[in-house]
């Protein structure tokens, strides 16, 4: 089970950090990713952490923006958003799932969270 939070409302150029915590003992075992759905949009891919932390690769409209990180001790993981601009306004969602390609293919993803929801005022 996901369960994410720390999204709010942010006004432009300012700074959030979600964070997304796995109950179970295998959060290790799954890369992590995070999604984000704007109202009327498909999702879309945000960022992707392999399972040791050690590799991590962005959608092009947030690299440099955004950090994604894990604690695997804490069973948890992060997404650091920077430099915010109305156009990342949108319910963010974590996602779980073996294959550290599941940006690529939502099919990959195995375990969703409930979305937490980001608003950037301008």
């Known amino acids: 089970q996901l369960q994410a939070s720390g999204g709010g409302l942010v006004q432009a150029g300012g700074s959030l950090r979600l964070s997304c915590a796995a109950s179970g003992r295998t959060f290790s075992t799954y890369a992590m990713g995070w999604f984000r759905q704007a109202p009327g949009k498909e999702r879309e891919f945000v960022a992707a952490?392999?399972?040791?932390?050690?590799?991590?690769y962005y959608a092009d409209s947030v690299k440099g923006r955004f950090s994604i990180s894990r604690d695997n001790a804490k069973n948890t993981v992060y997404l650091q958003m920077n430099s915010l601009n109305p156009e990342d306004t949108a319910l963010y969602y974590c996602?779980?799932?073996?294959?550290?390609?599941?940006?690529?293919?939502?099919?990959?993803?195995?375990?969703w969270g409930k979305g937490t929801q980001v608003t950037v005022s301008s």
């Open positions: 996602a779980a799932g073996p294959n550290y390609g599941l940006g690529y293919r939502t099919d990959l993803v195995t375990y």
């Open positions: 952490v392999s399972r040791s932390g050690a590799a991590t």
